[in-house]
């Protein structure tokens, strides 16, 4: 059977699912992304570490700190860029099997579900301020307004990169052979899917 | 829907999931060790799923796999030596 003929309008992979299985062995996107996602990685790890430090030298700060936080926030931002990073995994299976309609559709729920995360970190800085927790409050803040400003500037000019493979997929430069640049613009994505998976727990859960 | 680990719909279902146990934890749970040991492991898990399954690295390049797979370990890992051994690490990385 063709293996386009497996999807259902409404994107159920279930039967097609083998068919959309990526290569073994493969570089996903091209090398050049993964020099960029290791510096990436290397950047936020280097943040991760100076939490820590800042941590056992600062214990009754970060004890207290994320009761301050707004957990709420936290977790739909953690709930957004989740399904934001499925919706890209959904758009790259779409198009090695050549449904590049469906592939935009999933693309485009991945953007808006970014740009959700972009408003309701908007929302929580302003929250704060008004709270009055502001960068030099104490050492917890600083760490957390220099982890989560930065990485809501990765999810800012990722949306971007999403909204130029939306533009490639409509100009049909992608297809089941030929999906390099998708797939580089996926894994950068999901490397700021990944970051926040850490950020979250550290800010907002562990006291 | 296919309830296996290998399926993404399912996946996106559990990750989300543990996320809300997260939060739940962070507004009721106090700073133990065994809270930090469980949210670790949480973040290994959910960094994992991510990178074998959404980011479809489980059958591709091995020093690729390998590297991503290696930082939801490393990182879980430093979450509960930071917790557990605080005094230590604090006297190791004191500059005076």
Redesign the interface.
Known sequence: MNSTLAISPQGDFDQAQVNAEPKPGRIPGNMAIWVAIFSEMSEFAMMFIIYFIAKVHHPEAFAAGPEKLNTLAGTLNTLTLLSSSYFVAKAMRCIRLDRPDLSIRWMLFAVGTGCIYLIIKYWEFTWNAEQGYEVDTDLFFTVYYYMTFNHFLHVGWGSGALLWGIYRLKQSAYDSREHEGLETIASYWHMIDLAWIVIFPLLYVLH | ??LSL????F??LV??II??L??V???T???SLL??II?AI??GF??RM??Q?????H????F?KN??NA??YV?PL??VI??AF??T??NL??LN
Do not use: C, H
């Open positions: 829907m296919q290998r399926n993404i719909d996946i996106w990750l989300m996320t809300v997260n939060a934890v962070a507004e749970a106090d700073g809270i930090t949210i949480s973040i959910k960094g991510v990178v399954r959404f980011m479809e690295l059958n591709a390049n091995r690729i590297m991503m930082y939801f990182i430093l979450v930071v917790q605080p005094d690490i604090a990385t004191r």
